[in-house]
């Protein structure tokens, strides 16, 4: 069969074969092509989404940590204890926790995984460490003691911000490079598209199809870049790339603030030009090792590295180091903060410490000189009036006499203890007190205690009773000390009991092992304001509308610091009008062994 030009039908049959096989191709070239940018351009919105939520935590964790954020905060509470800083850091504790929960669910490589919990255990270290400088402001510690109680070493959290911060950087660049690489692919494709592809009209509609997707691409492209300068610019601490050479290929805004070079500036220069001169001979070496691998550090944690500004003057900077590649060709990522406040709050610390220190050793060296002066006379004075009393001298002869006598005797008495109590909390204070551990027995010691104290309660009009129920037992510690702890107790229980009343000392081993020593009066009492005036140096409890009671306010502290020193705690209870419970309680290692109880 043919057709009316003569030419069989198949040859048209294969005109249209070939026509469709034609046009089935340029679709399919179409739709490939199609599809490859779309993949591009959807690879383009998920990096653009992850890259805006690491840019916005990011920055946040940068204004958390930098000057004003966590760690300006928590060193202002270590320096003044106000509540304002207090406030503040427990503010942004919640904060830096939300930030890293938020950057910890992103997809991260290993290496980011790593930093970012280095950053989270960094915090949580802070985070300890403010709960033992609340304590310590609390228990009204001196700022040097804080701060040397509180030191954090942040130099790795540094180093794992920077890494997250050049990952961004990385990522960006990744993405760039594939595209920039579809682009180039998809353009060689449309090439041999219009040679190859007979169907010219078909194949200039295709090219203009893609070099509008392609178009669109690029724009994606460029805004990775804007994107890339808009997290350069989100940080709030200076950030410097620099190549092999040490010529700076990119910089933020912040750099003029601190250096006062402009970006256009800061790009015609090298990072020897940010040195101070006696820093710039060398520095060549130093960057040829650090990109050999040899000198490859951080330099965060170093104290006080100086940059040179574009007047000459000199600025103290912290700096984190990091390092990636780029097409064979290595770059180092510099993260630059200025230390001038940090080194002025150092140097408040500095000096304080120093004061404190000097305040200390005066006031160690006044309380040495003054009891041996005042033991001096005050030996001999309860030396005569003892020899008067016991007749040494032969017969007084005067009751009235005797009675006068008696009254220095005991006053005297009185004010030694004051002395050695003051001497003994100075030394305390001062971390010089020893003491002199041996095998104890609780109930030797409760028994001397009330074998000094039963006379006076008798007089008082109190009964003294003591409860060893189980065993007894046997203590390591300083005896003297203990000893002295009891008698202080027992001593302010039979001054604050009433009449007839009972005082009850107790010991007992608790479920943890650790040992209680108890003295509980029916006494006045007291209201928690109370017992915290009670337990402060020199702390005096008004009792009622006049203070009836005489004392100086020492004994309570005093055995509060000696069970301190003995790794110990100290518990005060009391009620208005149903009495007190004092309890010394010393930690387990120091219960030696449980003996047969007294008889």
Known sequence: MQGESGKPAYYYAGIVVMAGFVIALIWIYLINITNSISGVQNGWVAHQKEASQRTIL????HSLIGYGGYIHNFKNYVLRGSNEYKNKVENDQKN???AISSFQKLPLLEKEIAAINQIEMTFREYFKKFDDAKLAVANGRYPREIDALVKVNDGAALRALSLLTQGVIEKAEFHRKATDSAIQDTVKTIGLGIVFIPLVFLSSLLFIFILRRANLAQLEANYAKEQFKAVLEAVPDVIIVSDQDGKITQANNQIEQLIGYNRDEILTMTIEDLLPDRQKNEHHIIRKNFFSGIGRRSMGGVPYLSARRKGGDEVPVDIALGSFDNNGTQYVVASMRDMTKKREIDLLLHEAKEKAEALSSAKSDFLANMSHELRTPL????????ALLTNNFGEIGNKKHEEYISHVYKSGTHLLKIINDILDISKVDAGK???????????DIILSCLDMMVPHARTSGLQLNYNIDIKGIVLWGDGTRLKQMLLNLLSNAIKFSEINSAIIIDAFIQDDGSCVLSVADQGIGMNKQAIEIALETFGQVESHLTRTHEGTGLGVPLTKLLTELHGGSFELESQEGKGTTARIILPAER????EPAIA
């Open 96 to 98: 830096i926790l939300a």
């Open 58 to 61: 990011l920055s946040e964790l």
């Open 433 to 443: 007190l020893e003491l002199y551990e041996e095998e104890v027995s609780v109930a």
């Open 379 to 386: 030996n001999a004075i309860l030396g005569f009036s003892e």
């Open 591 to 594: 219960v030696l062994k449980i």
